[in-house]
């Protein structure tokens, strides 16, 4: 039997390098994304050129119905979900310095990258429990975090912080559902060249000719795809509720 995953944000970026790399492995891929289906011509073309099985969904991670009708729809499709990676993800709509944050982004922000994302992998994770086991691994469930959970950018706290609380969704889950074969992790991006991206390019430019990163290039959509395809196997099955930074040794405390 074919595998499932589910892939929210699966349109472009980081989602859709996930969503190519795991229907070339042989998953069933649902997309999950806010845009109708009309404008997804690229990705579609993408999806069919790698004769990937895939099926969209049309929806918005911060709110309830959708989640159920992306669970509802992918189980009636393809009959069962074996990993959900739990990509999709906002930065502010604008930077503000944290003294003037906004109730309002801030909101925006937490609701979509850590309150939707726990709630998506809580509907997950009950359908992975009453599904037969098929290989080494009753689900997956991956996280894309990113090194915000840890850095301080006082310009974009409210994603510091949504993103610092989708680690701790990753430990809870990851402690919950270990003894029931369901293993969590997470993936923490640097900086990807992708839309997310685009208005802040000449920053990141000069910080990545100056030295701030180790492997001194942007990072590409399909670094973090490699990452998340490994996790995505019947492999790593003595690890669960880890972290692995995809940010080119940005992590690393130098002198
Ligand atoms: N790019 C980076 O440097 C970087 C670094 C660290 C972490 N990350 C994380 O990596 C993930 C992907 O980032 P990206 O750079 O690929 O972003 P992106 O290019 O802006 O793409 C975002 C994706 O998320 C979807 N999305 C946004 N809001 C949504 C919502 N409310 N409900 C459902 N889907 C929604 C978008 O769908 P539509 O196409 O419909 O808008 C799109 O598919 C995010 O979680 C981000 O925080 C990125």
Same mark, same amino acid.
């Given at each position: 039997?074919?595998? *499932? #995953?589910?892939? *929210?944000?699966?349109?472009?970026?980081?989602?859709?390098?996930? #969503? /190519?790399?795991?229907?070339?492995?042989?998953?069933?891929?649902?997309?999950?994304?806010? /845009? !109708?289906?009309?404008?997804?011509?690229?990705?579609?073309?993408?999806?069919?050129?790698?004769?990937?099985?895939?099926?969209?969904?049309?929806?918005?991670?911060?709110?309830?119905?959708?989640?159920?009708?992306?669970?509802?729809? &992918?189980?009636?499709?393809?009959?069962?979900?074996?990993?959900?990676?739990?990509?999709?993800?906002?930065? %502010?709509?604008?930077?503000?310095?944290?003294?003037?944050? *906004?109730?309002?982004?801030?909101?925006?922000?937490?609701?979509?990258? &850590?309150?939707? &994302?726990?709630?998506?992998?809580?509907? #997950?994770?009950?359908?992975?429990?009453?599904?037969?086991?098929?290989?080494? /691994?009753?689900?997956?469930?991956?996280?894309?975090?990113?090194?915000?959970?840890?850095?301080?950018?006082?310009?974009?706290?409210?994603?510091?912080?949504?993103?610092?609380?989708?680690?701790?969704? *990753?430990?809870?889950? #990851?402690?919950?559902?270990?003894?029931?074969?369901?293993?969590?992790?997470?993936?923490? %991006?640097?900086?990807?060249?992708?839309?997310?991206?685009?208005?802040?390019?000449? /920053?990141?430019?000069?910080?990545?000719?100056?030295?701030?990163? %180790?492997? !001194?290039?942007?990072?590409? %959509?399909?670094?973090?795809?490699?990452?998340?395809?490994?996790?995505?196997?019947?492999?790593?099955?003595?690890? &669960?509720?880890?972290?692995?930074?995809?940010?080119?040794?940005?992590?690393?405390?130098?002198?």
């Amino acid at each position: 039997m074919s595998k *499932t #995953a589910i892939v *929210t944000g699966g349109s472009r970026g980081i989602g859709l390098a996930i #969503a /190519k790399k795991l229907g070339s492995m042989g998953f069933q891929v649902v997309i999950f994304a806010t /845009k !109708p289906f009309s404008a997804c011509k690229e990705m579609a073309e993408i999806l069919d050129g790698e004769g990937i099985s895939w099926h969209y969904v049309q929806g918005c991670l911060d709110q309830s119905d959708d989640r159920v009708r992306l669970i509802e729809e &992918t189980v009636r499709i393809f009959g069962r979900i074996d990993v959900l990676v739990n990509n999709a993800g906002v930065a %502010p709509l604008s930077r503000f310095d944290l003294l003037d944050m *906004t109730e309002e982004s801030f909101d925006r922000v937490v609701g979509i990258n &850590t309150k939707g &994302t726990l709630f998506l992998s809580q509907l #997950a994770a009950n359908q992975m429990l009453i599904q037969t086991l098929e290989g080494r /691994k009753r689900g997956t469930i991956i996280n894309i975090g990113s090194c915000s959970a840890e850095v301080s950018s006082v310009n974009r706290g409210e994603y510091c912080i949504s993103k610092a609380g989708l680690s701790m969704v *990753t430990s809870l889950f #990851a402690d919950r559902l270990a003894a029931d074969g369901i293993l969590v992790h997470e993936v923490r %991006p640097g900086v990807i060249h992708t839309d997310m991206t685009e208005g802040v390019q000449e /920053k990141y430019d000069r910080l990545i000719q100056n030295g701030s990163f %180790p492997i !001194p290039r942007w990072g590409t %959509p399909e670094d973090v795809a490699e990452a998340v395809a490994a996790f995505s196997l019947d492999q790593f099955l003595y690890a &669960t509720g880890n972290y692995i930074d995809i940010d080119g040794g940005f992590h690393i405390r130098r002198l």
